[in-house]
């Protein structure tokens, strides 16, 4: 689901899950047909052939499904007190270190995976049940081997993007204002630990 919704949203690619296009431009062609579909007949052989007949929506998501969490980097006294200062500014109440998975598997990925309020950061896009002002908590593992930050990459400075949260309206409000008033080499503890996820 996400995989399909992802193709058509973010790419305007069609598929079987997601059929319609996403554009409301005045005299846009539409295609009849998802420009992405189950390959009944594929014109090329891979080595694999569940891939091969699979549409790019479907190895997409096995694509996910198979990928390894990032590995982050080894703790550092820094980033061991950064992770602490994360926690009690809390960071951590959105942002969860540690879930279990049905089958009783722990990983990391640093987010509840809940709707939230983000006040100003709002898109205006309403997808699922998320209204025009909500995100579902993005994960921050691997976020040290990222460029750009927040949904729509607009800053490329950690600090920034956790600035970014605060705003009227915003759930994120009483941690950006703890972050705040914690000294500069607690800030910039938080920093470093957030990039060595």
Request: hydrophobic share 40%.
């Amino acid at each position: 689901m996400f995989a399909g919704e992802a193709y058509n949203v973010e790419q305007g690619v069609t598929n079987e899950l997601f059929p319609n296009e996403r554009d409301t431009t005045k005299g846009c062609r539409f295609n009849a047909t998802p420009e992405d579909a189950t390959n009944l007949a594929p014109e090329s052989t891979s080595g694999s052939p569940a891939s091969d007949f699979s549409s790019d929506t479907v190895n997409f998501a096995a694509f996910m499904r198979l990928s390894a969490a990032p590995a982050p980097a080894p703790p550092t006294a820094q980033t061991i007190r950064g992770q602490k200062m994360f926690a009690s500014a809390g960071c951590a109440a959105c942002h969860v270190p540690t879930q279990t998975t049905q089958g009783g598997t722990a990983f990391q990925p640093y987010s509840d995976f809940a709707l939230h309020a983000m006040g100003d950061l709002a898109d205006g896009i309403l997808q699922g049940n998320a209204g025009p002002d909500e995100f579902r908590t993005a994960p921050l593992w691997g976020i040290g081997q990222r460029l750009f930050f927040l949904h729509d990459g607009r800053t490329s400075d950690l600090g920034q993007a956790i600035e970014a949260h605060s705003s009227k309206g915003s759930e994120a409000n009483p941690a950006v204002d703890n972050f705040n008033g914690l000294s500069a080499s607690d800030q910039q503890a938080i920093l470093a630990f957030l990039r060595a996820l």
